[in-house]
């Protein structure tokens, strides 16, 4: 059996995006003419954060929790999460805004983890780092190619270097993943992910995957063979069976030390749940 077509933030920012929000809520508290202009979002805002309650660091809501010294870190990771979905155009309703806040803190205390086979898969960071960071993800999923390729740059460069360790097992058994797959043992995983990532449109066909292997110069008689060797189509079942065992539905889904990360498959707010499982 060989591989077959199938259907188709960085740290800056994250910390950017606090300082702006720092900055739009003194401007809600001071009268500044942007909160009479949005006093709808300031009243959702202040609804959430002055309702939703935290049972894990202080048993109160996001806004006690963080005036509170020292304030709860969860409490204070939630209060700038839920500024940056009320300043969604549209911002969702409080009950989605509920919603999505408890899979965030679910996420920040759960203790249940998944089994997941490390071996074979490409690594990027420090592997003596506190915190894995692992992602499912396809070569045909443009969303996983943006946010594993800013997290990537996160690993590398970022606040996360010499954090945490990335890692990507493939889910599905496509044309890229396979090239992908057989890139490896050659050293060459990332050059292909990163040229893939670049490329707009998505290849499903086994001789443009092929053609655009090669014109990396990352053809070579060991590429050839794992590419169509049926072992390969085989560890790639595997690895999406294990995948769904492990809850992965759509991807990219990530698993930090384990244990999954539910909430927005945003660059952002992964660096944000990966500094948290660092402070811990």
Known sequence: MQCKAEPTFNCRKLFNFTIYSNIILLFFCTGHPFAQETPDLLQLYNSVISTYKIPYCCGSTIQECVEKKPDCSIARRLKTFTFWMV??????????MREELDNRYNGFTTTATATID?????????????VTLIAYASSTCPLCKRVVGELIDSVKFGCLRNKAQLL????????????????QDDGNFWKLFKALKERKSVIKEE???????DSLGIVTDGFKKRFKDPRTQQWLIAAKE???????????????????????KDPQWVC????FELEK
């Open 87 to 96: 300043d969604h155009t549209p911002p969702p309703t409080v009950e989605n």
């Open 118 to 130: 490390t071996n074979r898969l490409p690594r990027i960071g420090n592997p003596k780092v506190p």
């Open 168 to 183: 990507v097992k493939l889910f599905g058994t496509n044309f890229g993943n396979c090239a992908l797959y057989a890139a």
């Open 207 to 213: 001789k443009v995957i092929l053609a655009f292997a």
């Open 242 to 264: 294990e995948g769904s065992r492990n809850g992965v539905k759509y991807i990219p889904t990530f698993f930090i030390n384990g244990k999954r990360y539910q909430s927005y």
């Open 272 to 275: 944000d749940a990966v500094l």
